[in-house]
């Protein structure tokens, strides 16, 4: 029986996460050593959890290892008394290199690779401070933003944008460029979501996670930026922390100039005759914003704590734009009209958060309630004075726009973790979110004195939206092989009414099922492979919905279509992390198949304007390839890169015409990090887009360079940033439409090339009081 007794292995276990407890860490390594051999290595799971199993009496160190993070190395004791012992929660420090050293001794890469998502971490990306959210995406691996603002994910614009994992009215494109980088703390991009995420967005969901203050004491950060076009912004946040309370603010005010061109080349045919038009439009842009966010964190005890926040956000943007069409063909006269138009716009977002969180005694369990209520108004006044120059000047007119939208959602839910056993976990929850819009729109024209409203564009909508989603997920882990099943299920219900005559457009409901599979199996101690499986729905919105346009150009429009259907995609993806000494690599095999897929199609109606509305096509089918890797070449030089290269197929049509096509693109970004002597850092982002088309559009290739270099200055509490964006001014989109009549080629510069100079300092009053000289908590 003593014999017995002194071979008695025990078993290891414990959680890895960031400083911030919240964030677990995935998928790292976990060594167990007697020097000087290494005894085994572990990976941990997608919640941080870590198991080592037959261990025998001895001394032994743990070291902790993940990409972005300092390594961790603790002793560890086993007496073989217990035959379990736990670690608890072990935190890592973010690997941030101290500046204010004249050599550089360690260096991270601003982006960590896991199976399940990658995390870009904003506070390392030079190139994006002083800018939006918006440029803080651009610069996400697998994510583009078009010149207009629009994000896509591994090319694909059916994308779910969340912020700190709920939805928010700040996703839309206006939204995103209002919110400071310097108040982002990650980005997460999810590919295959498992099902406690909505089951919109058929490409995936980006997940902005804002910063919250973490620091003892009273702690902040204050941010001056200036740049050409001009850019004046003050940027700050204001946090205090001290036993119970957590008091955290974000605030802003800025006044930026944006410049833009579009041009347009046609030729339409009728009668066997061509007619010409070519069209400059000149953009000048201006907005004013101030911003602020303010919230409480109190921890009741232990066990509870509540959260309560709001944040507002209020602009008015200044535009001026001017188009020139110039007018000749076959026994027309040259014509030569131009459009000057000046609108101003104000727009007002309000946000309400409450969270409840409750966790118990026994590790991983968690009760939350969430509450959010999302209100906001935007009301725009928009003056176009026409004239033509050539032939008759006489002919003149002023066209007076107005659109009106507001909106209200409301959001409640509730999620419940708890491990059914050592390695079993089952989780569920539930949602429900109500959201009501209203839009209006009209147009007059003043011709000689007499104003009279332009037909078909006097308008207005109310839309209705209720969302109920509840699911249930089941994860656990045999020997190596860890699985997670899980399964959602959301009812939705859409009415959209006509404020004018009180009729019904659109009256639909409908519920649908979305199951997600995701597996995970080590099959080395520096390599993973997982692979994912899961379905999702693009539902559409309002502005794809809406069948009467805006007049903003006499050339063309765009319409919703009031009778499109949602697209349903089933979505598989295996993927592949490795890490070999310095070089980190993220290869990923995708498929995805979209029954009812969107895409614009464009015809000319009997008076020559252009008319462009989204379609229901009957499928898409996607495969692809994407790889990510990061590799330290030097204590002083990493690099990271991203290749995406996918193919596509599709087949439908619109009344007679067929809209079946394939065709493959591909896409590469390259950026680099460089530390020089004297606290200097450069950073430096190249990128290509290859050509692409569809059934009617041809996009021409285009690539851009963008670079920011710093110094680190006053101890590291202070940093100077000079930043370029297209620096060559080369990130133009150039299309080329075809239909039955007519040849369209289009140039949009939606922003020039930006320079940015901005300077921000930080401070913490706690911070000199107590040095911690351990990683643990």
């Given at each position: ?13 414990g ?16 060594v ?7 005894i085994?290595?572990v ?35 086993v ?5 379990k ?8 420090k ?14 991270t ?12 971490d ?23 933003v ?18 700190n ?24 991009v999810?590919?295959?979501p498992?099902?406690r995420?909505?089951?919109s ?17 009273l ?5 001056l ?7 004046s ?54 907005d ?44 027309t006269p ?5 459009t000057?138009?000046?609108?101003e716009?104000?727009?007002?977002y ?21 509450f ?13 004075q ?14 007076n ?16 973790v ?62 190596k ?7 959602r ?51 559409p ?6 069948p ?16 499109l259907?949602p697209?349903?995609t ?6 592949v992390l ?21 895409q ?37 030089l990493?690099l ?72 680190s ?15 060559f001014?080369?990130?133009k ?45």
């Amino acid at each position: 029986m003593s014999s017995l007794s002194a071979q008695t292995l025990t078993q290891i276990s414990g959680t890895l996460s960031a400083e911030d407890p919240n964030e677990k860490l995935g998928y790292a390594s976990v060594v167990l050593k007697q020097e000087p051999l290494v005894i085994e290595t572990v990976i941990t799971n997608d919640k941080g959890e870590f198991n080592i199993e037959g261990i025998k009496a001895g001394k032994y160190t743990v070291e902790f290892q993940f990409i972005g993070f300092q390594s961790y190395i603790m002793p560890l004791a086993v007496d073989g008394a217990k035959t379990k012992i736990n670690l608890g929660i072990v935190h890592l420090k973010s690997d941030v290199t101290s500046l204010n050293e004249v050599v550089v001794t360690s260096e991270t890469s601003q982006v960590s690779l896991k199976l399940d998502k990658k995390v870009f971490d904003v506070g390392k990306d030079l190139i994006s401070k002083g800018g939006s959210a918006t440029q803080v995406l651009d610069n996400v691996p697998a994510v583009r933003v078009d010149p207009t603002g629009a994000v896509s994910l591994r090319g694909n614009d059916n994308v779910l944008i969340l912020i700190n994992g709920r939805k928010s009215g700040l996703t839309s494109i206006q939204g995103l460029q209002q919110i400071p980088a310097e108040s982002i703390k990650s980005v997460e991009v999810i590919t295959n979501p498992s099902s406690r995420y909505d089951a919109s967005g058929s490409a995936g969901i980006i997940n902005i996670i804002l910063k919250k203050n973490i620091k003892q004491d009273l702690s902040g950060s204050m941010t001056l930026i200036g740049g050409v076009p001009f850019d004046s912004r003050v940027l700050g946040s204001l946090n205090y922390k001290k036993g119970k309370f957590n008091l955290f603010s974000n605030f802003g005010v800025r006044y930026t100039d944006y410049v833009g061109l579009n041009t347009r080349d046609q030729v339409t045919t009728a009668n066997g005759s061509d007619l010409f038009l070519n069209q400059r439009e000149d953009q000048k842009r201006h907005d004013d914003g101030r911003l602020i966010y303010l919230g409480l964190d109190y921890f009741i005890n232990d066990y509870n704590s509540i959260t309560t926040a709001f944040y507002r956000n209020s602009t008015k943007d200044l535009d001026k734009n001017t188009l020139n069409y110039n007018f000749s063909g076959e026994g027309t006269p040259d014509t030569y009209i131009q459009t000057i138009g000046d609108s101003e716009e104000h727009r007002s977002y309000n946000q309400l958060e409450f969270n409840y969180t409750k966790t118990f005694k026994k590790p991983e369990r968690k009760f939350t309630v969430d509450f959010q209520y999302d209100f906001w108004d935007s009301a725009k006044d928009f003056n176009i004075q026409r004239k033509t120059i050539l032939p008759d000047l006489a002919d003149q007119s002023v066209i007076n726009t107005k659109s009106n939208r507001s909106s209200d959602d409301i959001v409640i839910q509730s999620d419940y973790v708890t491990p059914l056993s050592e390695n079993a976990n089952f989780e569920a929850g539930v949602k429900v979110e109500n959201r009501i819009v209203s839009t209006g729109f009209s147009a007059n024209e003043e011709i000689e004195g007499v104003v009279k409203p332009i037909e078909g564009f006097n308008n207005g909508l109310d839309y209705k939206e209720q969302i109920l989603g509840a699911y249930i997920q089941y994860g656990n882990k045999i020997k190596k092989f860890s699985y997670l099943l899980g399964l959602r299920t959301e009812y939705t219900k859409v009415e959209i009414t006509d404020q004018n005559t009180k009729g019904v457009l659109r009256d639909s409901s409908y519920t649908r099922l979305f199951p997600s599979v995701n597996l995970s199996y080590p099959l080395t101690e520096k390599t993973t492979v997982q692979l994912n499986y899961s379905q999702r729905i693009n539902r559409p919105n309002l502005d794809q919905l809406n069948p009467f346009p805006e007049l903003q150009d006499f050339n063309s429009r765009i319409f919703g279509n009031i009778n499109l259907l949602p697209s349903l995609t089933d979505g598989a993806e295996l993927g592949v992390l490795s890490k070999i000494k310095g070089l980190t690599i993220n290869p990923s095999l995708y498929y995805s198949k979209t029954t009812n897929n969107f895409q614009y199609f464009t015809v000319q109606n009997a008076a020559g304007v252009f008319e462009t509305f989204l379609v229901n096509l009957d499928n898409e089918k996607r495969f692809g390839l994407e790889v990510s890797a990061q590799y330290a070449l030097a204590k002083w030089l990493s690099l990271s890169a991203e290749f995406n290269a996918y193919s596509f197929s599709q087949e439908g049509s619109v009344a007679t015409t067929n809209l079946d096509y394939s065709n493959e693109t591909w896409t590469a970004t390259l950026m680099s990090q460089i530390k020089f002597p004297q606290n200097f850092t450069f950073q430096s982002k190249f990128e290509y887009q290859a050509p692409v088309s569809d059934a009617q559009t041809k996009t021409k290739s285009y690539y851009y360079l963008s670079t920011a270099l710093g110094k680190s200055l006053l101890n590291n509490n202070g940093m100077l940033t000079l930043s370029v964006s297209n620096i060559f001014n080369t990130r133009k989109i150039r299309e080329t439409t075809v239909g039955s009549d007519f040849v369209v080629n289009q140039m949009t510069n939606f922003n020039a090339a930006r320079w940015n100079l901005n300077f921000n300092y930080k401070f913490n009053k706690g911070k000199n009081r107590k040095e911690h000289q351990s990683n643990r908590k």
